[in-house]
């Protein structure tokens, strides 16, 4: 559910006329809605077994518009027996004028991402098959990429110009999300799996706050450590609340190191992650990413100061002035 609904547009909801909302479709709706989808449709089913009943179709679509407060609702009473609003409209239910579930489908008009969204491209990997060529391959997750365009590499934020756009066709000029591409770019840099290349700074640091989806019928442990893989890189990371079977809940995770990420919302590709047990290599988990974490109490100087190195270190013009920079920052942090 969690993964299809990842790459979705819109969610169908199938329900029993008989029973109305119950709480797997609740499970499946907050799912969808985490997800990023906006667009349902309410398949009411089996309306023959309760008589093409108008007063059972209003309360189950209020149930449903509650649940979803805010998105796009559209409930269609069907009988899939009979072929009734599947296809073509039924004359068994008069007081239903609106479209048929194909014909809404055919017709529905869903809001997809923008390739001018900031540019995200997360290293699956380097390529080097010839001495004098040294490619990045992966999938853009995000907006465009031009020849000559300026990108940073994070988390190292160093900045460099796309050379080539590179595919099994040929070279482009430019290239937009989803297509998969090898990247080679101006400058020789230090770049490994896992690495985002990016227009305008994504977040990176080691502690964020997420909702997750367990899938595992072993709870989540807060006191475990877990495998966390985002986008290319895996790292150990921890869980800071229990989470049941099929229970959704809002964590906060905190990684060995820091990863390069952006809230889900924003952009899904940078923004999901998959938990995995590293004792028996299941995926126990998928998860979306909010927001970086907030400092915890008595833990904002540390953060502050951790910031600042980092910001002094990037702005630096060359290693040697990174080194130097850092230095007496840290000089005046301590005296």
Not at 73 to 78: D, H, V
Not at 94 to 119: H, K, M, N, Q
């Amino acid at each position: 559910m969690a993964t299809g609904a990842s790459t979705a547009d819109l969610a169908i909801l199938l329900v029993d006329a008989r029973h109305g909302l119950r709480p797997q479709s609740r499970r499946h709706a907050q799912i969808a809605r985490l997800l990023g989808i906006s667009s349902f449709v309410v398949a009411i089913n089996k309306m023959d077994l309760v008589d093409f009943d108008r007063g059972v179709f209003d309360r189950i679509r209020g149930e449903f518009a509650d649940c979803l407060s805010g998105a796009t609702l559209q409930p269609i009473p069907l009988s899939a027996l009979h072929g009734d609003n599947v296809a073509a409209p039924s004359d068994r239910t008069p007081w239903y004028d609106g479209a048929t579930l194909l014909e809404y489908l055919e017709t529905i008009g869903v809001g997809r991402r923008p390739a001018s969204e900031a540019f995200r491209f997360p290293v699956q990997l380097v390529l080097r098959p010839e001495h004098d060529f040294r490619g990045y391959a992966g999938q853009i997750v995000a907006g465009t990429v031009r020849v000559g365009e300026r990108v940073t590499v994070w988390p190292s934020g160093h900045e460099t110009t796309v050379q080539r756009i590179v595919t099994w066709d040929g070279n482009l000029d430019e290239a937009s999300s989803p297509q998969s591409v090898t990247l080679v770019l101006a400058d020789d840099l230090d770049i490994s799996r896992g690495d985002v290349l990016a227009v305008e700074a994504p977040y990176v640091a080691s502690r964020f706050e997420a909702h997750v989806v367990w899938m595992d019928e072993r709870p989540l442990d807060p006191s475990r450590v877990y495998l966390l893989k985002q986008t290319g890189r895996t790292v150990t990371a921890e869980i800071d609340r229990p989470l049941a079977l099929n229970e959704i809940g809002a964590v906060g995770v905190t990684t060995a190191k820091p990863i390069v990420f952006d809230g889900y919302a924003r952009h899904p590709g940078t923004g999901s992650f998959i938990v995995i047990d590293p004792a028996t290599s299941f995926t126990a988990g998928a998860g979306m990413i909010v927001r970086p974490a907030r400092p915890a109490a008595g833990a904002t100087d540390r953060l502050s100061t951790a910031e600042r190195l980092a910001h002094v270190a990037r702005s630096a013009a060359n290693d040697t002035d990174a080194i130097t920079a850092v230095r007496q920052a840290l000089e005046e942090i301590l005296i």
